[in-house]
């Protein structure tokens, strides 16, 4: 089962900014926090990850609570180019097992 | 660019004859590697993790002797479909670990379509 737990959908006017959540209760010290996307009929994209600390990179931010079980993939300006399908997962340092969930499919609206 | 490449990104195969997807990290080694199969409106459902120099650990449910996974070496691994039949057809992806000193990131392929008449 996924450890980690999204809304099925979102909707984002073009623009805007978007927060997409994820809940993760059950996480570990060692497992960290990624988060991926897909676009139709494509392999999934690497975004960003953390540990601990909020990380900020050209495509998102990330906002991890303070507590760790739960996160935010922050877009700060939605584009067309950003719908698609947002999966949290957690992937362990040290382990190799991870499973997806069903992940955020993003629509943004023109 | 893309550091993981996946090949062919779509297969026709006629049932019966088996299938050759590889997946090939291309600017870093990769001793562990992790295919995946999709379908239309699903999540990636995680059908083996492939070691190099070792045998792969296939995930429950998934048959062994039909989806034949091989990483000969750090950069290259292969999934052989095997005997295909129409009900195999699905999107197969792969990815791959690369360590760092901030965590492992994952870089998947781009996918492989694979339809079997």
């Known amino acids: 089962d996924a450890k980690t737990t999204q809304p099925n959908s979102m909707e984002s006017n073009e623009e805007e900014p978007v927060h997409l959540p994820c809940n993760h209760s059950t996480i570990s010290g060692t497992d960290y926090i990624h988060w991926y996307r897909q676009l139709p009929s494509q392999g999934p994209e690497y975004v960003i990850h953390g540990l601990t600390s909020n990380v900020n990179n050209r495509m998102a931010s990330l906002a991890i609570a303070e507590d760790r079980k739960s996160s935010t993939l922050i877009l700060h300006r939605a584009t067309l180019r950003d719908a698609a399908v947002y999966y949290c997962?957690?992937?362990?340092?040290?382990?190799?097992?991870?499973?997806f969930g069903p992940g955020t499919r993003l629509s943004v609206l023109p | 660019g893309a550091v993981v490449s996946q090949h062919p990104s779509r297969v026709i195969c006629k049932s019966g004859t088996s299938v050759k997807i590889e997946c090939r990290s291309l600017d870093f080694q990769a001793t562990t590697m992790f295919w995946y199969r999709q379908f239309p409106k699903q999540s990636l459902m995680l059908m083996a993790t492939s070691n190099e120099g070792s045998k792969a650990t296939y995930e429950q449910g998934v048959e062994k002797d039909k989806f034949l996974i091989n990483h000969a070496s750090l950069t290259l691994s292969t999934l052989t479909v095997t005997s295909a039949h129409p009900e195999d057809s699905s999107f197969y992806i792969c990815?791959?670990?690369?360590?760092?000193?901030?965590?492992?990131?994952?870089?998947f392929g781009e996918g492989s379509w694979l339809t079997v008449v």
């Open positions: 990815s791959a670990r690369r360590e760092g000193s901030s965590g492992n990131t994952i870089y």
């Open positions: 997962i957690l992937v362990p340092y040290y382990g190799q097992n991870f499973v």
